[in-house]
């Protein structure tokens, strides 16, 4: 859900390349492509949590329709409101209009063989069946927002219906756009003063652990065994501060540092890159691929509960595998942490995938 957004909040427009949202079709729904706040600096840019965002992919049922000479004119309904999609005809419908472009005197000559003119025909019929949809029908459609007589609109760059018998394809398009929301849409976008995004230190402090566990096959570590990596992430944001006022209000260097580790461990735990196996004031945490004893604890739960006739033909779930880890190994134990286990094991072939959720052993 958008927070209120305070006009004075809005990053100026020459830093809005750094978020990398500005660039990409945000999947959003529709009331919060409704309710989105036009920029101040730049008419047709919208904010989303402070996110600039300027073009949008929609999916949804088409609750009305309006057919001009050069365009289209969808209602589309995706469940959380409707927004009007204007959908511009292609040359290729307006040639099928005018049937006289195109003669058939050459289907005479091209008998028997390959007729280019009929083919281009049915190229030109089964695009207009993908172009030309009926109320209730399911469209996808992509391109940039306008706001035309004070209501929010899509200006189509692509549209075409979609075929969605088994509505396979709306369960995945419901699954995936909360996720996207959590994990980026919901996620205000800050900037420091330097323009640096406040997630940037986040994210190197990330992978410059991820790389030292990698390259010393570190199995297990405690926060001061890698604090010192971060110090340069530290000395770069204190040149920053220029002003002695903003020395004076922020956290000293040393504070900076506990809480930038402390960020980037959270990130580290939930991605399930590690762990920690007891939680007790000596905080030492496992890293999950090279922890022998837990891949050796979920090869033995996958090999004992498939003997069993409930697992025996498509293998042992996910969900099963956790629950049984977190009674037999260590309540900690994360799903993300469980799946790169997994994966590790399918990889060293002790294990093998009969679906996306099911394992058994050889």
Known sequence: MQAAMDPAEEPPSMLWGLDPIFSAFARLFVKDILQMTESTQVPGIYFY??????????????????????????GVDDGTGVINCLCWKSNLLKEEEDPSKYGTKHSDAAEGGFNPVAELKKLRQAQQKHCRLEIGELLRVRGPVKTSRQQREIMASTFYKVDDPVMAVQIAWMMEVPQLYRQFYDKRFQLDVAGNSAETSISKGTNMIKDFLKQRLVAKFRPYDVQDLLQPLISSRLQTQSTEQEA????????????????????????????R?????????????????????????????????????????????????????SLNVSKAALELVLKTLECDSDIISTSDSHYITF
Do not use: M, W
């Open 49 to 74: 949590n402070l996110h600039p965002i300027y073009k949008v992919d929609v999916l949804g049922t088409v609750v009305y329709k309006r057919e001009r000479d050069d365009f289209f004119c969808y």
């Open 248 to 275: 004076v209000a922020g956290l000293s260097g040393c504070q900076q540092l506990g809480q930038l580790l402390k960020e980037v461990l959270q990130v580290l735990q939930n991605e399930g890159v590690v762990y």
């Open 277 to 329: 196996r007891v939680k007790s004031q000596d905080e030492v945490y496992h890293v999950t691929t090279q922890d022998k004893d837990l891949l050796i604890a979920v090869k033995d739960i996958i090999r004992e509960d498939s003997k069993r006739e409930k697992y025996a033909e498509k293998g042992c779930h996910v969900l099963h595998i956790l629950s049984a880890v977190r009674q037999r190994y």
